[in-house]
């Protein structure tokens, strides 16, 4: 009688463990999902369609400090704690936000430049991307009619 009865425990512990490494994958898939929801985004005065990594690079490093057109190019960015400015550095920049924050400072003490518009909301960004001539910045969605999406060739 008693192996029956763990012949029963083994087929209800192996279902669960199934079920467990089920929801872990479709967990990891979601992340994924939500991970390529980031934008770059342009103010509708920009006419840029594509850049790569390399020259968003430049521009988020004060490096490029203007468009192909001679406008100058305005960087908004949120503050370095802020999930999505982190994974905007990590995932487009390939970089960290301390190394980012390390060469606005540099560039800005040098002279060379000034450093991005750190804003304090998702909301403040969107507005002020949508209402800065030459601006530039990241964003979750791509529906804000103001602004246009820039295609990021990643590789």
Known sequence: MKKPALRWLSDIFTF?????????VLMMCVAKVNASELNVMVNESVMVAELNRSEL??????QRQ??????????????????????????????FPYQLSRLWDQITY??????????????????????????????????IVKLRRVEVDLE
């Open 57 to 62: 690079r430049q521009i988020f490093t004060g």
């Open 110 to 143: 040098s002279g060379q430049g000034i450093t991005p518009i750190r804003v304090t909301s998702y909301q403040a960004l969107v507005d002020a991307l949508e209402n800065t001539e030459g601006a530039i910045g990241y964003v979750e969605r791509t529906d």
């Open 16 to 24: 669960t463990t199934s079920k467990i490494v089920l929801l872990a």
């Open 66 to 95: 203007y468009w192909d057109n001679g406008n100058k190019i305005t960087v908004f960015v949120l503050q370095d704690s802020d999930e999505l400015h982190r994974q905007f550095c990590r995932d487009i920049l390939q970089m």
